[in-house]
């Protein structure tokens, strides 16, 4: 018996195994053997596909992690690692989520301050990212049901020993945040404008928790949206990957067919590869006069942006 899914060092032999031996009838090590390897996809990547990705094994026993390196060693051509234990299989997993998600909120955190500064965090990233050793992170929206939910496994079974984690939850407070604080910023360039919010039409492009994929759970978009309608802000959402069905579902929020050409703003929120290849001036033909774009994964030009008279914005 192998488990794939992310959970916090200590579930399967502790919490999983006491039922599976309660409901089967069977006593593991002796009428079965136990296993942990977890899964590492990473959606709508179509290079590091599962059999390219090293993947991590363990076992209860020396037999069960030669027998599971097998199986899983035939299909993965990256080949397998044979982790000491299951904790620590287990352990190696959630901390890969949780470093990424304390690496993002860095960015995050940096963003603000930079904002708040003037200067282009972009800029400063690709700056820094000259030195050899320079890991290249980048501000965003954390959403997703990885990297936004697993750190919490390590801090339930870390208040379980009886230590409160400090820089795990400061990582999370801050990616929490960071939806309220893109609509405080639009709201800021909505008044300095002379635009009532209350009266504003904004557009939002992607509601996915990531480009190219159809996957909503946990999507901070969503979070941006409800905090934008805090401000009585009329919200219009698109994304040419979500389904509206299903996103109606399970945030009660209605995905629009088209567009209108009527928007104050508009926020593209996720880097799918149809807004890529959009033209700069399509975003003009959505928007009323003094119009604002707010790029939330600064993959525009700026310069040809506002080129096409239009006040531009990013993290």
């Not at 094994?57 to 234990?85: F, H, P």
């Not at 990885?146 to 496994?153: F, K, R, T």
């Not at 009329?234 to 929020?253: C, G, Q, R």
């Not at 890529?276 to 003009?284: E, G, P, R, S």
């Amino acid at each position: 018996m192998v488990y794939e899914s992310t959970v916090y060092p200590g579930c399967t032999e502790e919490d999983c195994v006491p039922i599976l031996e309660e409901l089967s009838g069977l006593k593991a090590g002796v009428d079965f053997k136990l296993g942990y390897s977890p899964e590492r996809i990473n959606p709508g990547d179509k290079e590091h596909t599962v059999e390219k990705i090293l993947k991590i094994v363990s076992g209860n026993d020396a037999e069960a992690l030669e027998e599971i390196a097998k199986v899983y060693g035939a299909v993965i051509q990256a080949g397998v690692y044979k982790a000491t234990t299951i904790k620590v299989a287990e352990a190696a997993k959630v901390i890969e989520n949780t470093q990424r998600d304390i690496n993002i909120s860095l960015m995050n955190e940096l963003s603000i301050i930079f904002d708040m500064m003037g200067i282009d965090t972009k800029a400063v990233l690709e700056a820094a990212g000259t030195k050899w050793n320079f890991l290249k992170f980048v501000p965003g929206l954390v959403g997703g049901h990885c990297i936004g939910v697993d750190p919490y496994y390590l801090v339930h079974k870390a208040r379980q020993m009886g230590y409160e984690p400090q820089v795990i939850l400061s990582g999370r407070r801050i990616n929490d945040g960071m939806p309220g604080f893109i609509a405080k910023r639009l709201v800021q360039k909505l008044i300095k404008l002379r635009k009532n919010p209350a009266e504003a039409k904004v557009l939002v492009m992607g509601v996915t928790f990531k480009e190219n994929v159809s996957d909503i759970r946990n999507s901070k978009v969503t979070d941006l949206v409800r905090e934008l309608m805090q401000f009585s802000i009329n919200v219009h959402m698109i994304d040419p990957h979500a389904s509206p069905n299903e996103f109606a579902h399970e945030y009660s929020l209605t995905l629009m067919d088209k567009p209108s050409n009527d928007y104050d703003a508009v926020i593209l929120a996720v880097n799918h590869l149809q807004y890529n290849q959009l033209d700069y001036a399509y975003f003009k033909t959505l928007m009323k006069e003094n119009p604002i774009l707010m790029d939330l994964k600064a993959v525009l030009d700026p310069e040809k942006v506002e080129q096409e008279g239009i006040i531009y914005w990013r993290l």
